[in-house]
């Protein structure tokens, strides 16, 4: 019998230094029109119950440290998923003054979702690639 769980993924998500455009793509995965949760995906609190960290922003100089700490709580195996073009190095953000080169970047993120903000199903569809990963 197939593991009903083998797809499900604990979501740790850290904004560093996003408008926010991002979050609210990422809130309506909650909502009925696409309720992720019927997958078997759910943001967690904690990140020694994640599985995927996701990231926004370009990783200004306030999240750095913050967000190595909470990769560095994080049980492996981990996929770190970028969302959004700040996050992926490009973006409105890109070169401003104490932002990095972009929090995917920065933290190696292993699949990144591109778009400004993305979609909730590109979204969706990088979470599947996390959970592939992870397999």
Known sequence: MANPFAHALGIRHLVCGSCNGCEHELNALAGPAYDTSQQGWGIVASPRHADVVTVTGPMTTAMRAAAAATLAATAQPCVVVAIGD????????AGAPHA???AGIELDAAVTVRGCPPTPTAIAAGFAEAARRLR
């Open 100 to 102: 990095g080169t972009g």
């Open 86 to 93: 700040c996050a992926a190095g490009e973006g409105p953000w």
